[in-house]
């Protein structure tokens, strides 16, 4: 009898959840930035705790808790590590370069930000890139095609002027395929130009087009629980510096 009990310990051990095809569902529960990184892994609750590197069509789709984002995780670039700043201020954890998706042979594409933010069902992707060309479009087409339960919102910075910011929705690639949306944000720089546009700008705009798809597109069950937040963190004109070392 001990030894029967001690074998359904270990397989209970073992036991871990898989995710079929398709994106995952998950709860996070928005925390006040005040003591986050002490509170953000006790209000995460993940829904696996191994690690997916590569996914092809049809395979199952694993997001590692590892892959969470935290005040520790490397980011690349000052417009991931802008995000980077609002996501942990706001308490919107991410998981920053989970996966990488097989477009076609030998081409693989890790999405920057796997959220839990969904859109008529479907998982929001937040992809920022330099050069959105007719090109790259390409291969988001690809990806849309091969996974369409994902929501993907590209993010370029090519605007002098930041109150130009804006969404365009449902725009067509080369082959008339549609990417969810391309938000038009500004440059980070601060050159002696008409308009100036440093990170604390830039992060501004990107809270204020991100309450705007929380407020009028998302259909989280939380959702009520981002507005309040984002609204919050503009009434209260915090910079969203999250305690990060980005730009």
């Known amino acids: 009898m001990p030894n029967g009990h001690h074998r359904h310990r270990k397989r209970k051990a073992h036991n871990h959840h ?7 569902k998950e709860c996070i529960n928005l925390y006040n930035s005040t003591n ?8 995460v609750k993940s829904v696996v705790r191994n690690d997916t590197k590569i996914v092809h069509q049809g395979d199952n789709i694993v997001l590692s808790d590892g892959k969470i984002l935290n005040q520790t995780t490397e980011i690349k670039g000052q417009y991931e590590a802008a995000m980077k ?42 992809e920022p890139h330099s050069r959105i060309d007719e090109h790259y479009l ?23 002027n930041p109150d130009m910011s804006h969404i365009d929705k449902n725009v067509s690639g080369p082959h008339g395929k549609y990417i969810d949306e391309l938000w038009n944000l ?23 087009l991100l309450e705007d798809l ?6 989280n069950p939380a959702r009520e629980e981002y507005i309040k937040a984002l609204k919050g963190m503009r009434r209260d004109g915090r910079d969203f510096d999250a305690g990060t070392d980005s730009a």
């Open 18 to 24: 898989k995710v079929t095809a398709g994106p995952v």
């Open 36 to 43: 986050a990184t002490a509170k953000m892994h006790r209000h």
């Open 85 to 126: 700043d609002v996501f942990l201020s706001l308490g919107i954890l991410p998981r920053y370069e989970a996966l990488k998706f097989e477009i076609k042979n030998n081409d693989l594409w890790p999405p920057d930000f796997i959220t839990s933010l969904f859109v008529n069902g479907k998982q929001v992707i937040f």
């Open 138 to 160: 390409a291969r988001m087409e690809i990806f849309k095609e091969k996974w369409p339960n994902f929501y993907l919102i590209l993010i370029k910075s090519k605007l002098d």
């Open 186 to 208: 500004p440059y980070i720089h601060t050159s002696k130009t008409e308009y100036q546009s440093d990170s604390k700008i830039w992060k501004k705009k990107f809270v204020e």
């Open 214 to 219: 929380v407020k009028n597109r998302a259909d």
